[in-house]
Nanobody, 119 residues
């Protein structure tokens, strides 16, 4: 069964950091681009950034506070979030694309992980 499972969410104070993980099972994530999305309460889902199969990154959030990387050993992709703000609160999703590029269609969504930024 093909699955993506996000983890690492939680409650963090403003200015803090979190690292989210997106772990794939049933397929080799190395060969697919992956995008991180977030959905704030009451808002549309929006892209954060994408990493291609070759490691090229495409930033939809241009604040410079987020980055992503692959862990080939664990078939995972990480989202590093720094200097978090209250407006970063929401559910974070990862989605694998159908092929190697960030421009390709979406293949498989994870279930999401909640991030709450609050003092």
């Amino acid at each position: 069964q093909l699955r993506l499972v996000e983890s690492g969410g939680g409650l963090v104070q403003p200015g803090g950091s979190l690292r989210l993980s997106c772990a794939a099972s049933g397929f080799n994530l190395d060969y697919y681009a992956l995008t991180w999305f977030r959905q704030a309460p009451g808002k549309e889902r929006e892209g954060v950034l994408c990493i291609s199969s070759r490691g090229a990154r495409k930033y939809y959030d241009t604040s410079g506070r987020f980055t992503t990387s692959r862990d080939y050993a664990t078939n995972s992709v990480y989202l590093e979030m720094n200097s978090l703000k209250s407006e970063d609160t929401g559910v974070y999703y990862c989605v694998a694309h159908t092929s190697t590029r960030c421009e390709d269609d979406y293949k498989l969504w994870g279930q999401g992980t909640q991030v709450s930024v609050s003092s």
